[in-house]
């Protein structure tokens, strides 16, 4: 089972959530966590990979695989799809070390 899955390792991995936020608010998360696409080349897929390379938060995905289909930027994405590059961003727990 890969590192942090499951219900448990999404709530845990959920950066911005407060202690005090409303149970609402913290099930509308979990809600959108089950439903993301994070297949490779998916914007949470391309989140998550930015932040591990150590590059800048810039909203884009695959249609297909990574780098060999066609790359949709920003400006063509769908607000939900923006705000699942953000989360693979800010959810992403490791970075890459150069040595």
Known sequence: MERGSGLAGQIKRIKYL???????????VIDMMSTIDKRHGGPYDRGSADYYYWREAKPH???????????????????????????????ETDRKEYT
């Open 61 to 91: 995905y695959y249609l297909g695989a990574t780098g060999s289909s066609e790359r949709v930027e920003e400006e063509n994405m769908t607000d939900g799809q923006v705000k699942e590059y953000l989360l693979g961003y800010k959810n």
């Open 18 to 28: 407060q202690p005090n936020q409303p149970q609402s608010k913290i099930l509308e």
